[in-house]
């Protein structure tokens, strides 16, 4: 049965290290692995989570996307394992946008990401599989696969200015959707 981990706090080391590959992805020390990290992050209520936030410094991470209090126009992704993926190219074009972490919890910032970013990776059954994430999921992506290169959402920013904590952002979020409803 899966268990919830301990997600590792920023300034843990495991967080700024490089992520190793995974070698034998069929072994049931990383299938349960895999499953932690799932339950982990629906625990957590999180869009994905990366194997070094749960202090495996292994290149798997996981999208799992719903709309939720935090990102209320995210699309519905199931729970997906991506391991050892690696980015093919990426969108000229970039948007700033809003991202928190679970492992630096009660903050949120602008961050740039690429609009759409194509990537191949290898599933929880070691098939290679191709894939173009657009928009929220090509954000969720490169948040992600940040944490397999030892970076963190912070590391994007381009002012101090666009961080901002919890309490702030879910105002900001209240009244866009005022505005939103008023038009």
Not at 58 to 72: D, F, G, H, V
Request: glycine letters at 4%; a negative charge; charged letters at 25%.
């Amino acid at each position: 049965m899966p268990q919830c981990l301990d997600i590792a706090q920023l300034g843990s080391l495991v967080i700024r290290t490089k992520a190793q590959k995974v070698s034998d992805i069929q072994t049931p020390e990383i299938q349960a692995l895999i499953d932690d990290m799932i339950f982990t992050c629906s625990d957590s209520r999180g869009m994905g989570i990366a194997a070094p936030q749960v202090g495996h410094s292994l290149s798997i991470l996981i999208m799992a996307s719903a709309p939720n209090k935090r990102y209320p126009y995210a699309p519905m992704m199931e729970p997906t394992a991506l391991i050892n993926p690696h980015v093919i190219s990426f969108s000229d074009e970039s948007v700033k946008d809003w991202e928190g972490c679970l492992s630096l919890p009660g903050i949120r910032a602008l961050v740039p990401r690429h609009t759409q970013i194509e990537v191949n990776y290898v599933d929880r059954h070691g098939q290679m599989q191709h894939a173009v994430f657009k928009d929220f999921l090509a954000r969720l992506f490169q948040h992600e696969y940040d944490h397999l290169i030892g970076t963190v959402f912070l590391d994007r920013i381009e002012s101090t200015k666009d961080i901002v904590m919890e309490k702030e952002y879910q105002r900001l979020i209240r009244e866009k959707d005022e505005r939103e409803t008023l038009l």
